[in-house]
């Protein structure tokens, strides 16, 4: 059996939860009707009863040889202006001396009259000559404050029943209208909710829900939504890794400018101003691709989407892939160096000319750049030798001298290989980028049991005074800032700070800036600030 859709559920339940509330609300309506109607009827008939019972006439008639003669056409009289279904006066023993019946004057009432000859009222139904009636009875005092009959004033419970019906019919309609009009709004509300949750039925919401949630938390990019307020709306594994969340839910609600620095709040701005942008940001250490797109359904902006990539492991394989493209090339240099160095050997020596072939042997005894950084150097941990040979190759393309001090040493296994590459190859890419073709920068590194320090020396323009501050501030150069440079030097402040090293900049006796960084060895405490090596 085909099960009920959502929108002929939400109608049923809405249409039960009408029908519920109007007729208790009609019953309720019902019963206080009822009760207004009998209670309007008693106020009547106690005002008519007592003022029957203290009427000077019926009072005076008391006394007369026929009393029925005076009352019975005054209180008929008094019975047809009130609308009532009789007016019945006794005397002390309960004979009536009126009746709307005349043949039953003279004879005893057919109900008990001793409460209201005992001086009390009585209200109540009960059931006479004419019928089951709703009543009330009064005593008639004399002059002395002495019973001497009662009044029994009636209304026929058959018209309090018709009076009843006669206003329930038109309430009944307006029940009916208000059932009806409740009846068409569920079915309006069921279509609204149905078009709002785009016509699925919810087994397809918890079935998208579901692959949603598989598919958000499965892919290894990082995905974040924003709100049009730029406050986070979803967040899934990947990025919350990326970003160094705990969980995706403590990125939910978050400000983009506080969720990664600046940079997502400008991808947001660039996005409501119409544009596609991708650019470079930075989470931690960590070098992410940020690419954002406007979110729309059905023609209208929800929000925005940034998917981050992690660019940090791409990045390392490039820097390895060019260094060994500039080794290759390097090498290739060397080839023909060393083949043009051969062939003016072979014609010196066949010329007889071997002092100046000697001359020739001792100027090429370098062998090449690529041979300027070995064991000699005193830096025997392997990575950090393998980038020193590749950056040495890249500074001869830059034409950039690139010298190591004599007195440079670390041992294999002195400090964390990776990140002693990271700092270092960033300070020397400033460095040079610094120097400019024809200029020079010298590295100094010396690695002890305690604590490794390094420090990079250049001859460019230098950092002025008032700007040190700002050089490890996340995307803050001196360069085009066209290409978003700015990335080097705050990785490695913040390599520095994770190792608990220190990081500081100056000026360098050769003209431009010096660099110098302390960090704890391997197992090491970190090491205090050198304020000395600035100077």
Sequence with gaps: MKAMTLRTQLVLLQVVIVLAVVLTVGLAALWTQERQIREASQERMIAVAQSVAQLPTILEAYDDPDPSAVIQPIAELIRDASDVAYVVVTDDEGIRYSHPNPDLIGEVVSTDPSVALSGEMYVGTQTGTLGESWRVKVPVFDGDGEVMGQVSVGILESDLRADFLADMTGFLLALGAATVIGVVAATGVARMVRRRIYGLEPDEIRGLLETREATLHGIREGLVAFDDDGRVSLCNDAAARLLGLESPADAIGVAAADLLEDDLAGLLDEVRAGEAPQRLVLSGERV???????????????????????????????????????????????????????????????????DAAMRVIERSGDGGAITRVDAHDGIHDIELAALLLAKRARARELGVALAVTSDSYLSHGCGDGGDLVTVVGNLLDNAMDAAGRG?????????????????????????????????????????????????????????????????????????????????????????????????
Aim: no cysteine.
């Design 288 to 354: 992410l691709v940020a690419r954002a797109a406007p979110v729309r359904v059905h023609g209208r902006d929800v929000g925005t989407v940034v998917i981050l990539l992690d660019r940090t492991e791409l990045d390392r394989a490039l820097q390895e892939l060019a260094g060994a493209q500039s080794l290759t090339e390097g090498l290739r240099a060397q080839q023909h160096e060393f083949a043009n160095t051969l062939h003016t050997l072979g014609g010196l020596i066949e010329l007889g000319e071997t």
């Design 439 to 535: 200029g020079t920068v010298t590295l100094r590194i010396r690695g002890g049991d305690e604590r490794i320090d390094i420090v990079v020396d250049d001859d460019g323009p230098g950092v002025p005074e008032d700007r040190r501050r700002d050089v490890f501030s996340l995307g803050y150069s001196t360069k085009d800032r066209g290409g978003r440079r700015g990335y080097g030097l705050t990785l490695v402040a913040r390599i520095v700070e994770r190792l608990g090293g220190t990081v500081e900049v100056g000026g360098s006796p050769a003209g431009g800036a010096r660099f110098v960084v302390a960090l704890p060895a391997s197992g090491s405490p970190a090491p205090a600030r050198r304020e000395e090596a600035l100077s």
